[in-house]
């Protein structure tokens, strides 16, 4: 077996810390830059939610981003939309309804408006 001068101790225990240091150094970025990237895609999702639910209908999806990337308290907010109802209604279109001639459908609205009885 070989033994190992005091030097080449001290020398190995300085590359050992260096390499140590680097490492801690390069974990600390990394955790920050996930932590980066879990809050933008949160924050990507509550934006989403909100245009689901046309929440801030007079804001684009960047500024909704950007408004909540300001938030003071994004889970009050992440909660907030989660419990906010859709805003704005769908009216449906001719395609959507029944299918009936303009002359059925004007004879039983007036049916209906003179009489107060459905056709049916």
Do not use: C, W
């Not at 990237?37 to 929440?55: F, W």
């Not at 992440?78 to 959507?96: D, L």
């Not at 459908?105 to 459905?118: K, N, P, Q, V, Y």
Request: net charge negative.
């Amino acid at each position: 077996m070989e033994k190992i001068s005091h030097g080449e101790v001290q020398a190995l225990l300085k590359q050992a810390g260096a390499a140590i240091r680097d490492l801690v150094q390069n974990s600390a970025t990394l955790q920050e830059k996930v932590a980066f990237y879990e809050s933008e895609d949160r924050i990507r999702g509550i934006a989403q939610s909100m245009e689901e639910k046309n929440l801030s209908a007079d804001l684009s999806f960047e500024e909704k981003l950007a408004a909540l990337r300001t938030a003071k308290n994004i889970e009050a907010t992440e909660e907030a939309v989660k419990m906010a109802s859709p805003q704005g209604f769908h009216i449906g279109n001719a395609a959507e309804g029944p299918s009936v001639s303009d002359g059925d459908s004007r004879a039983a609205l007036e049916m209906f408006i003179t009489s107060g009885d459905s056709p049916e």
